[in-house]
Structure formats: C-alpha cells, structure tokens
C-alpha cells in the first residue's frame, strides 16, 4: 500500500511539473505576442503620398498649359487702353496705339444710377438717353481711337443714335483716326439674342467708314451657345472680354478664355491695370486675338 501510495505521489508530482511547465510557455508566447504587436503599433505609420495625376495640375487647362508665374499688369507693357480719364502719368500713354475714350452714359432717366437691365426694373425703365461724360474733343494724333459708351438699357430713345453720329463726326474733325464706337453693356447671358438685336440696329445706322466694338462679360465665353456668338458675329466688327471686375482680375478667368480659341471674329481681351495676371499664351497664336487692352485706373 505504501508503495502504491508513493508512486501515486510521483505521478501526480509528474503531472503537476508537466502542468506548470505548459503555462510557463503558455505565458512566455503571450508575451512575445504582445511584444510583437506592441512594437508595430507604437511605430509611426508611413505616409502615404499621393502624386497628383496630370489631371489635376490646377495650372492646366485641358491640353494646353498654363504659366504658373503671376505678374501684375503693367500699363507701360501694352500699348491699348481703355481712358476714362487724362492720366495723371503721361508716359503711360507714351506707346499707345489705341485708345478707348469713355464719352458717356445711356441710361433710363427714372433709374439715376449705373445699374444693367433686370428682370425687376425693365418695365418701369424709360427709353435710355445719353448723359456726356469723359474727355472733350482734342487732337491725339497718331492714335486709333473708339468711343467708348456706357449702356445700362437696351431700349433706347430714338436721339441717341444721332448724338453718337455727331460726336464721331466732331473727333473726325480734329483730325483724329476715329474707328467707331464701342458699347460697354453688361448683357447677362440669357439676353444675348435680343442685344445683338439692338447691335444690328445701330450697325445699320453707323456711318460705312465706322466700325462697332461692344465689350463682353467673361461669363459669355463660358455660356453663351455658339448661335449667340453668330448673332454677334453679324452685328458688330470687335468684341473685348473683359477679365475683371471691379479693379480685380478674376481668378478664374483661364478656364473662362479658352473658348475664345473657337470664335470666328475678331477679339481682344480686356485687363485692369495692377490687376494680376498669369497670360494666355494659347490665345496669342489665334489670327483673330488683336491683342490686350488695360483698363487704367
């Protein structure tokens, strides 16, 4: 019986080391484990870094490349200008070959304020008159002019055609290279059919040896249906987007230009000086681009 009893004692003796001995391993990969997973979760993780796709490059539009330098606009670098007023630097003007005289306003008499046609104040409007403005007739020899008029209507009294005659005919006489006349009407897009309309009835009143220029919002090039610009086409000789508003350049404007490269017509691009600017290469190689005018301020 004691002998049983002993090896009974070995046994269980056995199997107790035996059970000790698994949990000491048991123990000692658990904490390898968590060794492991500690170490890799306490690493900083890699950034991820994505390169943007050709795509996205902000400085392209479609196929063509825009310059990422951005310059602000020099009046000595241009040699067209929009004058409001005599400059107060000459030198300004000192290369100039073209000049845009502002010589007045069009505009309802009951609405006293610069403000284009809305769907709210179009029935009250009276028929637009002109209000002289700008420069007085002088000679500036050696120089292309337009004269320039603000509209704010497009219905117009039947004495303003007149007027603008006269007052191309006056400029003619001092001796000055007058080419026509150019109309400054912000047109919101919609109403482009019924302003080329208007455009055709002041083509058919203009004198032959006088050409039509209207200023163009940029929101045109962007929506305006290729049948608008056709109406356009048939009415007037030259069209000059305009690029800012206000005295600030539009930071969008590239995207707003490109479907310039399609018109049939002649075109500038308007520009404001001290206004930034990153070019339009892609308009310059276009044989109906004339060229930039400067908005002097």
């Known amino acids: 019986?004691?002998?049983?009893?002993?090896?009974?004692?070995?046994?269980?003796?056995?199997?107790?080391?035996?059970?000790?001995?698994?949990?000491?391993?048991?123990?000692?990969?658990?904490?390898?484990?968590?060794?492991?997973?500690?170490?890799?979760?306490?690493?900083?993780?890699?950034?991820?870094?994505?390169?943007?796709?050709?795509?996205?490059?902000?400085?392209?539009?479609?196929?063509?490349?825009?310059?990422?330098?951005?310059?602000?606009i020099q009046a000595n670098d241009y040699q067209q200008f929009w004058l409001w007023t005599p400059p107060k630097d000459s030198t300004k003007l000192s290369q100039a070959h073209t000049l845009y005289l502002l010589q007045g306003e069009i505009r309802a008499p009951n609405i006293p304020y610069y403000r284009p046609d809305t769907r709210d104040n179009n029935a009250q409007a009276l028929p637009a008159t002109l209000i002289t403005q700008g420069l007085g007739v002088r000679p500036l020899r050696g120089k292309k002019m337009w004269l320039v008029y603000r509209a704010t209507s497009q219905t117009w009294s039947e004495?303003?055609?007149?007027?603008?005659?006269?007052?191309?005919?006056?400029?003619?006489?001092?001796?000055?290279?007058?080419?026509?006349?150019?109309?400054?009407?912000?047109?919101?897009?919609?109403?482009?059919?019924?302003?080329?309309?208007?455009?055709?009835?002041?083509?058919?009143?203009?004198?032959?040896?006088y050409q039509l220029s209207v200023t163009g919002l940029l929101d045109w090039s962007n929506q305006a249906e290729d049948s608008q610009f056709i109406q356009l086409n048939d009415a007037i000789d030259e069209l000059v987007i305009q690029t800012y508003q206000g005295t600030t350049t539009l930071t969008n404007y590239a995207q707003h230009l490109i479907r310039l490269k399609d018109l049939p017509f002649d075109f500038k691009v308007g520009i404001i000086e001290g206004g930034q600017w990153q070019g339009a290469a892609f308009l310059e190689d276009n044989p109906h681009f004339q060229g930039y005018v400067v908005f002097l301020r």
């Open 1 to 72: 019986m004691s002998n049983y009893l002993q090896k009974y004692q070995q046994f269980t003796f056995k199997r107790w080391m035996l059970g000790l001995l698994g949990l000491g391993i048991i123990m000692f990969a658990a904490l390898v484990y968590y060794q492991g997973t500690s170490r890799f979760s306490s690493a900083p993780s890699k950034q991820i870094t994505q390169i943007p796709s050709q795509d996205s490059d902000a400085s392209k539009i479609g196929s063509i490349t825009m310059p990422t330098n951005t310059t602000n």
């Open 159 to 209: 004495d303003v055609m007149p007027q603008l005659i006269k007052r191309l005919e006056q400029w003619q006489r001092a001796g000055n290279h007058v080419m026509g006349i150019q109309i400054d009407y912000d047109a919101p897009t919609y109403r482009l059919g019924e302003y080329a309309a208007l455009l055709k009835q002041i083509r058919q009143q203009l004198p032959a040896q």
